[in-house]
């Protein structure tokens, strides 16, 4: 059994097919068809259905698949340790963040990392927060930057370690023709006192869908408070969701740390709105010479961003 027999397993399998898989693999399909062949002789059982229209695993398939990636994993971190012994990082880095982040500014970081590490390959996945921690969890990534309410505990466990980044506070995003948007102006001039979340509860939200981490932070807060919210418009991008708040449609809560970036919007302060930490998670027993190298690159804390005293249009 040779580790390129079990690439092109993977790769057939991730495509779907062997002409798609040799493509990847830069290799003649032939030659790709012939070596899988090989190792299914070997194994004593095949690995793929083939018919005219497509490719998948079989039993025997499914059961060997993931015991390959392990075993390319294993290779490339024995590898990436041998170099790391010479003084040298290189393999590979996959790492993972939420769009909404701010404790990092992850383009810059990167690119910092690339010019100090030119031999690593590195891959950067968008997600929300659950699907990180689950690909940190079985491999796929080597880090993941969430942002969670301080009670979630998904990324605990089973060989994680995490480390909180920082944490801030929510505020209310209204469209600027919004009556909250005229109390906040008014609280601005006078005390600048927050508003509670009594007073915007019966108001119309927009917000991330259910079961999500970025919308527990919310539903938490109000919960704490004793009340209950209507979430008329779920959306998973953030984009559109404040495209939904300028339309006039409804209010959403979003961290105060992010507001900055959304253009055409009104902020309001909040007494005792949402929290979110920005966590930094990875695998403990996964932990590359390339990952220690990027865990080195990341800082180590923010502090709490304080409570806004002012509601600004932005």
Known sequence: MELQQLRYVIAVAETGGFT???ERCLVVQSALSHQIGKLEKELGARLFERTSRKVRLTAAGEAFLPAARQALEAAERARSEVAAATGEIRGRLAVGAIATGTAVDVPRLMRAYHDRYPQVTMRLQHGMSEALVRDVRDGGLDLGLLGVPPSYR?????????RTL?????VAVVAP??????RALDAERASGD????AEIVDETFVDFPAGLAARAQADEAFAAAGLRREVAF???????LVDLVRGGLGITLLPSRLVSRLPGVT?????DGPTREERLVWNEARRSPAAAAFLETVPMTVPMTAPMTA????
């Open 234 to 240: 779920e959306a998973n991008d953030l984009g559109f």
């Open 311 to 314: 509601a600004p249009t932005i």
């Open 154 to 162: 998904g990324d605990v466990g089973a060989g994680l370690e995490s």
């Open 194 to 197: 927050p508003v509670p979340l």
């Open 177 to 182: 023709d919004h009556p909250l948007a005229e």
């Open 20 to 22: 798609r898989a040799a």
């Open 166 to 170: 920082v944490v801030d506070r929510h």
């Open 267 to 271: 902020v309001v302060p909040l007494l």
